[in-house]
């Protein structure tokens, strides 16, 4: 199994029609110690200076809260983080994992109940749902339910930046067949739950080169991918067809896009004219 070493900046924020006399933040931009990487730095700083805070929210995730009372025109947020990741390591065959009896029993039900519910960006139609009982209805276990759900939704949507917004859910990419990693992973997500596979939204970084170079920044970007459970979490990366591996950086996990936001707030003041994000990411070794 491999590792890299990663350094990223994420830099995001918000400009309005004139000074906000105060606001109320939460940046989820910090990635979190797991099982496959390491945060050997983390930190996340705000213009205009305030003073942060940081706790993990229900679903595990560190949050960066912050309120300025001052006024202010922009907002920035930076985070800066260094992280060691490793490979994919030992992969599920078609035949692994618990069966679709041992799914269904109430254990499994009662454990992993708020991950087997729609969200509003997760909800099916009549057509998904059909869709969905097809592919479970060929496939000997859900891991293989799961992957073949993940070739269809690849085959069929067209990863298209700028194609959707972070309001559009699972129904309407598929309707218009193309979307970003968002839309993708919330119609993975949606379809896996519908067959009663416990499913969850990760939020994140990817390094877009699979062969990067050494000490070379790079124009990365924020990333979403799906993890399920099948007796154990599985990642994987349905925008690009793989195995989250060493390129990956976990930031948040949840039940859709909503609860890992890498930043929200509210604010008194003027309109919201717009909203920057930029992430580098280095690949250090």
């Known amino acids: 199994m491999g590792s890299w070493r990663l350094k990223i900046k994420h830099q995001t924020g918000f400009t309005y029609a004139g000074a906000v006399a105060g606001s109320y933040n939460e940046a989820r931009m910090s990635p979190r110690n797991d099982a496959r990487q390491a945060v050997l730095e983390a930190r996340v700083e705000v213009w205009p200076s305030a003073r942060t805070y940081r706790y993990e929210d229900y679903w595990g995730t560190v949050v960066t809260a912050f309120d300025l009372h001052e006024p202010h025109e922009s907002l920035r947020v930076t985070a800066s983080s260094t992280v060691e990741t490793l490979g994919p390591g030992d992969q599920l065959t078609p035949t692994d994992g618990i069966g679709w009896a041992e799914l269904r029993g109430p254990e499994s039900r009662d454990r992993w109940y708020e991950l087997l519910l729609p969200t509003p960006r997760t909800a099916l139609d009549e057509e998904l749902v059909e869709l969905a009982e097809s592919v479970r209805a060929a496939r000997p276990t859900p891991h293989a339910a799961a992957m073949a759900l993940c070739e269809q939704v690849r085959d069929e949507v067209a990863y298209t930046s700028g194609a959707t917004g972070v309001q559009t859910d699972a129904v309407q990419a598929w309707r218009q067949r193309k979307g970003v ?95 920057g994000v930029e992430v580098t990411i280095t690949r250090l070794r």
Do not use: M
């Open 181 to 275: 990693c968002q839309d993708i992973s919330h119609l993975v997500v949606g379809l896996l739950r519908s067959i009663g596979v416990p499913a969850r939204y990760v939020s994140g970084y990817l390094h877009p080169v699979p062969d990067a170079g050494i000490g070379e920044s790079i124009v990365g970007q924020s990333h979403a991918w799906v993890e399920w459970w099948v007796g154990r979490w599985t990642a994987f990366d349905p925008t690009n067809g793989v195995p989250v591996g060493e390129r990956h950086v976990v930031v948040g996990r949840g039940r859709e896009y909503g609860d890992v936001p890498p930043l929200k707030g509210v604010y008194a003041g003027p309109a919201n004219t717009g909203q």
